[in-house]
């Protein structure tokens, strides 16, 4: 996997027109119901403000296999007014690099 770049910054400093990739840390189920009592994370690919282009939830299970799911229900909601946060603090910036690879999973 990829390094992660430092934590996110206030969203009021990007640019409308910005696109950024993070991720969020995750435990419970997963959405395709093989991983139980795991965590994992979910990665977004947000414009600006916190818009999400692209929303994914990562695991690897207790064998080392990597699992990719799409999160089509988030798609075109604003992460900080659907989830409540005024700031990045839960947050984690990614490469653009590490998101590709995470979608590439789920090809």
Known sequence: MVET???CTSSKSRSENEIWYCREFWNGDS??????????????????????LK??????????E??????????????????GFEDDEVLDLVS?????YIESLLK
Do not use: C
């Open 31 to 52: 959405r395709d119901g093989l991983y139980i009592n795991g965590d994992g994370y979910h990665y977004f690919e947000m414009k600006g403000q916190g818009n999400i």
């Open 66 to 83: 990597e699992h990719v799911s799409s999160v089509s229900e988030l798609i075109g909601l604003n992460w900080y007014s659907f989830f």
């Open 5 to 7: 770049t430092p934590e």
């Open 96 to 100: 653009e690099q590490e998101f590709n």
């Open 55 to 64: 929303a994914y939830e990562y695991y690897e299970n207790d064998e080392g």
